[in-house]
């Protein structure tokens, strides 16, 4: 008895080649240097513009562990998804924050980089 088991999931990808129908395969996307340049700017911002930010200790414990999970991502060259995971919980974290014109800016900067995932 033969079992072929074919799982293919890709999220958030463009032009993505699949080794379909190939044995012992696995393969992944790392990020480009763009890509963690973003994220270092996005990190940068965030530290040059906490204090601006008026959010309460929830959000800024929730933003500050958002940073160092893509602080991490970017230094480990983890993956697009990694990365993008990271910078979408910390637009969830800045909540507070986003009625304040620094919390828009973050906020800008940040869907901006996840656009270029």
Same mark, same amino acid.
């Given at each position: 008895?033969? /079992? !072929?088991?074919?799982?293919?999931? @890709?999220?958030? =990808?463009? &032009?993505? &080649?699949?080794?379909?129908?190939? *044995?012992?395969?696995?393969?992944?996307?790392?990020? !480009?240097? *763009?890509? /963690?340049?973003?994220?270092?700017?996005?990190?940068?911002?965030?530290?040059?513009?906490?204090?601006?930010?008026?959010?309460?200790?929830?959000? *800024?414990? =929730?933003?500050?562990?958002?940073? +160092?999970?893509?602080?991490?991502? $970017?230094?480990?060259?983890?993956?697009?998804?990694? %990365? *993008? =995971?990271?910078?979408?919980?910390? @637009?969830?974290? #800045?909540? =507070?924050? $986003?009625? !304040? +014109?620094? +919390?828009?800016?973050?906020?800008?900067?940040?869907?901006?980089? %996840? #656009? +270029?995932?």
């Amino acid at each position: 008895m033969s /079992v !072929t088991n074919n799982n293919v999931h @890709i999220s958030g =990808s463009n &032009n993505v &080649n699949v080794a379909a129908g190939s *044995k012992n395969v696995e393969q992944s996307v790392s990020v !480009t240097q *763009k890509q /963690v340049q973003e994220a270092r700017n996005l990190v940068d911002a965030f530290r040059q513009m906490a204090p601006l930010l008026q959010m309460s200790e929830d959000d *800024k414990a =929730s933003a500050e562990g958002a940073v +160092g999970e893509i602080e991490a991502a $970017a230094h480990e060259g983890a993956s697009a998804g990694v %990365l *993008k =995971s990271a910078v979408t919980s910390f @637009i969830g974290a #800045l909540g =507070s924050a $986003a009625g !304040t +014109g620094a +919390g828009q800016a973050l906020l800008a900067l940040a869907q901006a980089a %996840l #656009l +270029g995932m």
